[in-house]
């Protein structure tokens, strides 16, 4: 006497547990396939951007670039698009009393959007918003970064 599954039943059985399997891995192995496919191409388009991306402060400007007066609570920098990109939302970060480190934004007159982006080739002069708490300090250094198009590029200019 033969105790045991038919064959018959083994390979129902055995057709219904792969099925199981693939019915719930399947969507997770579509899901991660499609997360992956768009964070590569989210990572490939930041790396475009931020290859041609590049700025530089016009040294003919006042002092390098930089129009910094201790008394009178105003901050100007000249810089110019040498890339390809164009380039919105600059920030200023300032050095000042060779430790403190302040952020500011460009004034809303001086401020460059993406509806009115500074080219390529042009050049533009930001002032910085509300330095009212670093007159009268020694500035030391000023950076200007560029927060949308690729945050990893930034000028730095040392007084």
């Not at 496919?37 to 003919?60: G, P």
Request: aromatic share 6%; with cysteine; hydrophobic share 35%.
């Amino acid at each position: 006497m033969r105790k045991g599954v038919s064959p018959i039943m083994a390979s129902v059985m055995l057709i219904l547990i792969a099925t199981t399997i693939a019915a719930i891995v399947g969507p997770w192995m579509i899901d991660l396939a499609r997360t992956t496919s768009n964070q590569t191409s989210s990572d490939t388009d930041m790396q475009l951007r931020c290859k041609n991306t590049a700025y530089d402060f016009d040294t003919s400007y006042e002092d390098n670039g930089v129009n910094w007066s201790a008394s009178s609570n105003e901050l100007k920098v000249k810089i110019t698009n040498t890339g390809t990109m164009n380039l919105y939302n600059f920030t200023f970060e300032v050095t000042v009393n060779s430790s403190i480190i302040r952020h500011y934004n460009s004034t809303t007159a001086t401020q460059k959007t993406m509806e009115v982006p500074l080219k390529p080739g042009q050049s533009v002069i930001l002032q910085a918003d509300n330095t009212t708490n670093i007159v009268g300090s020694t500035l030391n250094s000023v950076k200007i970064l560029n927060d949308i198009v690729c945050t990893r590029v930034y000028v730095e200019q040392d007084l």
